[in-house]
C-alpha cells in the first residue's frame, strides 16, 4: 500500500522519508469535513440513545428516593413524616419507597415470587426445549425444515396476538382444553385464565410455547457455526451423540450459551404484554413490570414508587448485563 | 452448513453396523415422533383460533366452538375489518414501523462505521454504552420516560395533542431509541469482518470518510441491514408495551396495542375477536412466509459474536 500512495503521490521525491510519519497521520488525523461527519454519525445517535435510554434509566434511580405524583414540582426538601401525603409531594424519601414496598404492599412480594417462577420455569423447561428442538433439527432428520418452521411460528407473533389466541384454548365455556375434557359446564368449569392458583401456569405455557422456538433459532445458528470437524474427531474416537453434545459441542458454543441466558433471564424480566392482555395483571399475574406500569400510569401515580420497583428490575438485570458485555467486550479491551 | 455435512457423518457409522445400528434408528424414530406430536402442539392454538375464525357465530353459540363444521365463513373477516376501523390502525402500524426502521437502520449504520473504522478512542465504552442500552427491561426506563414525554412539547404538525406522549412521533422516537443498541451491536460486529486492504484502497484513491461509509460500507453491509430490516419491522410491528404506556387514546395506537380495545369491543362475539387477531398477524405471516432466513439471519447476526 505505501508504494502505491507513493506513486499516486505527486511531492513522492522528498515525501519518501516521511511516508511512515504521514501514514500515521492518516489514521489519526481527519480533514475538518471528516470530523463533522464522524461528529454527526457518531452525536446523534449518541444523544438519542442517552437521552430516551440513559438519562431514564439514571432518573428512575434518583426518582426512586423522593415521593412524588407527578403534578407540582420536584425539590430537595426531605418529607416530613406524619403528613397528609397532598403537603408530602416532590420530596426526598429517602428508601422508604423500598421499605414500603418490602413491607406494606400487598403486590409485592407476590409479583417478585411469580417473575422467579417465570424465570424458573425458561430455565428449566423453555430454554432446554428450545435447545432440544434445536439439537434434533441440527442432526439433520427428515422434515427438520418443514419442524423448524412450525416451531418458529410462534416467535412471530407479537405477545398480545398470543395472549389473545390462547384465550380460545383456556376459556371457561368453549374453550378447546375444558370441552375436550368434558369440564364445561357451568358448574365444574376449570377457569384456567381466572383461577389465581392457575392463571400462572396457563400464562407460562403461553410464554413457553414462544419461547423455545425463539431458544431454538439462537441456537441452531449457534450449532451451524460449530466447526464440523470436531464432531467428526468425536466420532473417529467413539463418542455417541450424547457425549459429542457435552463433551465438544456445548463448551464450544460458550458464547451463545451466554446470549441464550442473557436472553432468558432478561425475557423473563421484561415478562408484561401476556398478563396484561390476559387480564391487567392482577388476581395471580402480579410481576414487578406490571406493578411499575400500573403504578405511574394509573389513576393515583405514585412516581418514586414505581421507580423504586423499576430499580429492583434495574439491579437484577445488571447481572445478566453485566456477565454478557463482559464475555464479549473482554477481548476487545485487550487488543 | 452442517446440512450437507451431517449425512457424510452418519453416512460410515451407519455402514459399521452391527450393534450400533439398531439404537441409532430407534433414535431417528423417536426424535421423530417428538418432532410431529410438538409440531402438532404448536400449531394447535393457532389452528383453533384460525378456525373459530372462520365459522359463524350462529354455528359456534349452537354447536359450541369445539365442533365439527357445519359452514364456512370469511364474514367474520369482513365484519373485524369493517366494524373495528383496523385499516385506520394498521395505517398507525405503518406510521410508526416505517420511519423507525429506515431512521434506526441509518443511525445505526453510521455508529456502527465510526466505532469500528475511525479511532475514537472510547469506541469499546460506547459500544458497551448502546449495547447495554438495547438489553435493559423496558420497565426500568419507562417512570421517567413517561415525564419526559408529558414534558416535551411538539409543533403541531408532529403531533395534534401538541405533546411527546400520545403521539406517534414519539413512538417512533422510543422505538429509534431502544433498538438502536441492538443493532449497533449488529453490524459493528458485521462491519469489523470488512478486510481493512478494502479502507486502506480507498484511502489512497483519496476518498472522504462519508465517501468510504456512504458508498463503499454500507453496500457491502446490504445483507446484514436486510437482515436487520425484517427483525425490527416485526419487533416494532409488534411492540405493545411502549404503545399502551405512551399513548393514552386508542385511536393513535397501532394495531399490535388496539387489539386489547377490539377485545373489549367484541367481547360478546369470540370469532370476530378471532378473525381481528388473524387480520393483525397477517403482516407477521407475510414476513414469516417470504423473508424467514431473513428474520432468522438477523437473529443470528445478533446472537453469533465473531
Given at each position: 500500500?505505501?508504494?502505491?500512495?507513493?506513486?499516486?503521490?505527486?511531492?513522492?521525491?522528498?515525501?519518501?522519508?516521511?511516508?511512515?510519519?504521514?501514514?500515521?497521520?492518516?489514521?489519526?488525523?481527519?480533514?475538518?469535513?471528516?470530523?463533522?461527519?464522524?461528529?454527526?454519525?457518531?452525536?446523534?445517535?449518541?444523544?438519542?440513545?442517552?437521552?430516551?435510554?440513559?438519562?431514564?434509566?439514571?432518573?428512575?434511580?434518583?426518582?426512586?428516593?423522593?415521593?412524588?405524583?407527578?403534578?407540582?414540582?420536584?425539590?430537595?426538601?426531605?418529607?416530613?413524616?406524619?403528613?397528609?401525603?397532598?403537603?408530602?409531594?416532590?420530596?426526598?424519601?429517602?428508601?422508604?419507597?423500598?421499605?414500603?414496598?418490602?413491607?406494606?404492599?400487598?403486590?409485592?412480594?407476590?409479583?417478585?415470587?411469580?417473575?422467579?417462577?417465570?424465570?424458573?420455569?425458561?430455565?428449566?423447561?423453555?430454554?432446554?426445549?428450545?435447545?432440544?428442538?434445536?439439537?434434533?433439527?441440527?442432526?439433520?432428520?427428515?422434515?427438520?425444515?418443514?419442524?423448524?418452521?412450525?416451531?418458529?411460528?410462534?416467535?412471530?407473533?407479537?405477545?398480545?396476538?398470543?395472549?389473545?389466541?390462547?384465550?380460545?384454548?383456556?376459556?371457561?365455556?368453549?374453550?378447546?382444553?375444558?370441552?375436550?375434557?368434558?369440564?364445561?359446564?357451568?358448574?365444574?368449569?376449570?377457569?384456567?385464565?381466572?383461577?389465581p392458583h392457575l392463571n400462572l401456569w396457563a400464562v407460562l405455557l403461553e410464554a413457553t410455547w414462544r419461547q423455545a422456538g425463539y431458544v431454538?433459532?439462537?441456537?441452531?445458528?449457534?450449532?451451524?457455526?460449530?466447526?464440523?470437524?470436531?464432531?467428526?474427531?468425536?466420532?473417529?474416537?467413539?463418542?455417541?451423540?450424547?457425549?459429542?453434545?457435552?463433551?465438544?459441542?456445548?463448551?464450544?458454543?460458550?458464547?451463545?450459551?451466554?446470549?441464550?441466558?442473557?436472553?432468558?433471564?432478561?425475557?423473563?424480566?421484561?415478562?408484561?404484554?401476556?398478563?396484561?392482555?390476559?387480564?391487567?395483571?392482577?388476581?395471580?399475574?402480579?410481576?414487578?413490570?406490571?406493578?411499575?406500569?400500573?403504578?405511574?400510569?394509573?389513576?393515583?401515580?405514585?412516581?418514586?414508587?414505581?421507580?423504586?420497583?423499576?430499580?429492583?428490575?434495574?439491579?437484577?438485570?445488571?447481572?445478566?448485563?453485566?456477565?454478557?458485555?463482559?464475555?464479549?467486550?473482554?477481548?476487545?479491551?485487550?487488543? | 452448513?452442517?446440512?450437507?455435512?451431517?449425512?457424510?457423518?452418519?453416512?460410515?457409522?451407519?455402514?459399521?453396523?452391527?450393534?450400533?445400528?439398531?439404537?441409532?434408528?430407534?433414535?431417528?424414530?423417536?426424535?421423530?415422533?417428538?418432532?410431529?406430536?410438538?409440531?402438532?402442539?404448536?400449531?394447535?392454538?393457532?389452528?383453533?383460533?384460525?378456525?373459530?375464525?372462520?365459522?359463524?357465530?350462529?354455528?359456534?353459540?349452537?354447536?359450541?366452538?369445539?365442533?365439527?363444521?357445519?359452514?364456512?365463513?370469511?364474514?367474520?373477516?369482513?365484519?373485524?375489518?369493517?366494524?373495528?376501523?383496523?385499516?385506520?390502525?394498521?395505517?398507525?402500524?405503518?406510521?410508526?414501523?416505517?420511519?423507525?426502521?429506515?431512521?434506526?437502520?441509518?443511525?445505526?449504520?453510521?455508529?456502527?462505521?465510526?466505532?469500528?473504522?475511525?479511532?475514537?478512542?472510547?469506541?469499546?465504552?460506547?459500544?458497551?454504552?448502546?449495547?447495554?442500552?438495547?438489553?435493559?427491561?423496558?420497565?426500568?426506563?419507562?417512570?421517567?420516560?413517561?415525564?419526559?414525554?408529558?414534558?416535551?412539547?411538539?409543533?403541531?404538525?408532529?403531533?395534534?395533542?401538541?405533546?411527546?406522549?400520545?403521539?406517534?412521533?414519539?413512538?417512533?422516537?422510543?422505538?429509534?431509541?431502544?433498538?438502536?443498541?441492538?443493532?449497533?451491536?449488529?453490524?459493528?460486529?458485521?462491519?469489523?469482518?470488512?478486510?481493512?486492504?478494502?479502507?486502506?484502497?480507498?484511502?489512497?484513491?483519496?476518498?472522504?470518510?462519508?465517501?468510504?461509509?456512504?458508498?463503499?460500507?454500507?453496500?457491502?453491509?446490504?445483507?446484514?441491514?436486510?437482515?436487520?430490516?425484517?427483525?425490527?419491522?416485526?419487533?416494532?410491528?409488534?411492540?405493545?408495551?411502549?404503545?399502551?404506556?405512551?399513548?393514552?387514546?386508542?385511536?393513535?395506537?397501532?394495531?399490535?396495542?388496539?387489539?386489547?380495545?377490539?377485545?373489549?369491543?367484541?367481547?360478546?362475539?369470540?370469532?370476530?375477536?378471532?378473525?381481528?387477531?388473524?387480520?393483525?398477524?397477517?403482516?407477521?405471516?407475510?414476513?414469516?412466509?417470504?423473508?424467514?432466513?431473513?428474520?432468522?439471519?438477523?437473529?443470528?447476526?445478533?446472537?453469533?459474536?465473531?
Amino acid at each position: 500500500m505505501s508504494s502505491a500512495s507513493q506513486v499516486h503521490d505527486p511531492a513522492a521525491a522528498e515525501a519518501r522519508t516521511e511516508v511512515p510519519a504521514r501514514r500515521r497521520r492518516r489514521m489519526r488525523k481527519m480533514t475538518p469535513r471528516d470530523r463533522i461527519v464522524v461528529a454527526v454519525l457518531l452525536g446523534i445517535p449518541l444523544l438519542l440513545d442517552l437521552a430516551f435510554v440513559w438519562f431514564p434509566a439514571i432518573g428512575t434511580v434518583l426518582l426512586s428516593f423522593t415521593k412524588w405524583n407527578g403534578v407540582g414540582s420536584l425539590h430537595t426538601k426531605s418529607c416530613v413524616p406524619n403528613m397528609p401525603s397532598i403537603l408530602n409531594n416532590g420530596c426526598v424519601y429517602g428508601i422508604q419507597n423500598y421499605h414500603q414496598a418490602a413491607t406494606i404492599y400487598p403486590e409485592f412480594w407476590p409479583a417478585v415470587r411469580h417473575n422467579l417462577i417465570w424465570l424458573a420455569v425458561f430455565v428449566v423447561i423453555a430454554t432446554p426445549l428450545g435447545m432440544l428442538f434445536a439439537v434434533l433439527i441440527d442432526r439433520g432428520i427428515r422434515g427438520s425444515r418443514m419442524y423448524q418452521s412450525i416451531l418458529f411460528l410462534p416467535v412471530m407473533l407479537s405477545l398480545a396476538l398470543v395472549g389473545i389466541i390462547w384465550e380460545f384454548v383456556y376459556s371457561q365455556n368453549y374453550g378447546l382444553i375444558n370441552t375436550v375434557i368434558g369440564r364445561n359446564g357451568n358448574d365444574n368449569a376449570i377457569d384456567w385464565l381466572g383461577n389465581p392458583h392457575l392463571n400462572l401456569w396457563a400464562v407460562l405455557l403461553e410464554a413457553t410455547w414462544r419461547q423455545a422456538g425463539y431458544v431454538m433459532v439462537l441456537y441452531l445458528a449457534g450449532l451451524k457455526a460449530v466447526d464440523p470437524s470436531l464432531r467428526e474427531a468425536a466420532l473417529v474416537d467413539g463418542a455417541n451423540a450424547w457425549q459429542t453434545f457435552w463433551k465438544i459441542v456445548f463448551p464450544v458454543m460458550r458464547p451463545i450459551n451466554i446470549v441464550i441466558m442473557v436472553v432468558t433471564v432478561i425475557e423473563s424480566l421484561r415478562a408484561f404484554d401476556l398478563v396484561y392482555i390476559t387480564n391487567k395483571g392482577i388476581n395471580g399475574l402480579e410481576l414487578l413490570s406490571v406493578l411499575v406500569t400500573t403504578n405511574i400510569v394509573g389513576e393515583t401515580q405514585r412516581v418514586g414508587f414505581g421507580s423504586a420497583l423499576g430499580v429492583v428490575l434495574l439491579v437484577i438485570s445488571l447481572v445478566p448485563i453485566s456477565i454478557f458485555l463482559y464475555q464479549t467486550f473482554r477481548r476487545e479491551e485487550q487488543s | 452448513m452442517s446440512a450437507d455435512t451431517l449425512p457424510r457423518i452418519e453416512a460410515p457409522a451407519r455402514r459399521t453396523g452391527g450393534p450400533g445400528a439398531k439404537p441409532k434408528a430407534w433414535g431417528q424414530i423417536a426424535s421423530q415422533v417428538f418432532l410431529i406430536v410438538a409440531s402438532v402442539l404448536w400449531l394447535l392454538p393457532i389452528a383453533f383460533a384460525l378456525y373459530v375464525a372462520i365459522r359463524p357465530y350462529s354455528d359456534t353459540r349452537k354447536y359450541g366452538y369445539v365442533s365439527m363444521p357445519h359452514h364456512i365463513t370469511f364474514q367474520n373477516f369482513r365484519d373485524a375489518w369493517t366494524q373495528s376501523d383496523m385499516l385506520h390502525f394498521f395505517w398507525n402500524s405503518v406510521l410508526i414501523t416505517v420511519p423507525a426502521v429506515i431512521i434506526v437502520l441509518c443511525l445505526a449504520s453510521g455508529v456502527a462505521f465510526v466505532l469500528t473504522r475511525v479511532n475514537v478512542k472510547v469506541n469499546v465504552a460506547l459500544l458497551i454504552l448502546f449495547t447495554a442500552g438495547n438489553l435493559l427491561p423496558q420497565q426500568v426506563i419507562i417512570t421517567p420516560l413517561y415525564r419526559i414525554y408529558l414534558k416535551i412539547t411538539l409543533p403541531h404538525f408532529l403531533s395534534s395533542s401538541g405533546l411527546m406522549y400520545n403521539s406517534i412521533f414519539g413512538l417512533v422516537v422510543i422505538n429509534v431509541a431502544f433498538q438502536l443498541g441492538f443493532c449497533v451491536f449488529v453490524l459493528s460486529n458485521y462491519m469489523k469482518s470488512i478486510p481493512g486492504e478494502m479502507y486502506e484502497a480507498a484511502l489512497v484513491d483519496g476518498a472522504s470518510l462519508w465517501t468510504r461509509f456512504w458508498r463503499l460500507t454500507v453496500p457491502l453491509c446490504r445483507p446484514a441491514l436486510a437482515a436487520l430490516a425484517t427483525l425490527l419491522t416485526t419487533w416494532i410491528y409488534n411492540d405493545f408495551f411502549w404503545a399502551i404506556t405512551l399513548m393514552s387514546s386508542g385511536n393513535k395506537r397501532p394495531v399490535t396495542s388496539a387489539l386489547a380495545n377490539l377485545q373489549g369491543q367484541f367481547v360478546s362475539n369470540q370469532n370476530l375477536i378471532a378473525a381481528a387477531a388473524m387480520i393483525a398477524a397477517v403482516p407477521t405471516l407475510v414476513v414469516y412466509i417470504l423473508l424467514q432466513k431473513q428474520f432468522i439471519a438477523g437473529l443470528s447476526l445478533g446472537s453469533s459474536k465473531g
